[in-house]
């Protein structure tokens, strides 16, 4: 029963987060231009905002903006949240435009980092459910592969697909 969105226009950005066919709340965004990725039923919202200089993720609850913070770079995003309230998305880890799926919960953001942890190799965690097992995608070699983090590790779901099957690689 809930939706959560955010409008651009001219003169303002919101955030909207809808209940039961309506509008409940209005959410302007100061400083910058709001994306949103996700909510759960607790109506905490997460995604970024981008300021111009840089795109920052966010967690908003109760009236409240809370920046997530980065690995150490300049841009992180969020793209899920479960019920617990713990999030996931990417961030930079420095200077450079590699970035890596993070887990933030309990106000600590921890990196889930790649496949064999290769320097300036990219991944994003995407999405979380409800027994912490994230999925997302992650750089090996020169390509993107669908991955799953459960119990520290990583794994290239494409390393379980079978000799037979008729798929190639799964990317997402």
Not at 97 to 103: E, K, N, Q, S
């Amino acid at each position: 029963g809930l939706i959560a969105g955010h409008t651009i226009n001219q003169v303002s950005n919101h955030i909207l987060l809808w209940e039961t066919n309506t509008i409940t709340d209005t959410i302007p965004v100061d400083g910058g231009v709001a994306q949103v990725n996700s909510l759960n039923n607790q109506k905490q919202i997460v995604g970024l905002i981008h300021n111009g200089a840089r795109n920052m993720a966010f967690l908003w609850q109760e009236g409240t903006f809370e920046e997530l913070g980065t690995l150490g770079g300049q841009n992180s995003i969020a793209y899920d949240i479960k019920a617990e309230g713990n999030i996931v998305g990417a961030a930079s880890r420095d200077e450079e435009l590699a970035t890596h799926g993070f887990l933030w919960q309990e106000d600590v953001i921890t990196d889930l980092g790649t496949p064999g942890d290769v320097p300036n190799a990219t991944s994003r965690a995407l999405s979380i459910n409800k027994f912490g097992v994230i999925v997302g995608e992650a750089q090996v070699g020169d390509v993107m592969h669908a991955v799953v983090w459960e119990d520290g590790q990583i794994i290239d779901l494409n390393t379980l697909l079978p000799p037979e099957s008729d798929w190639e690689l799964l990317s997402t």
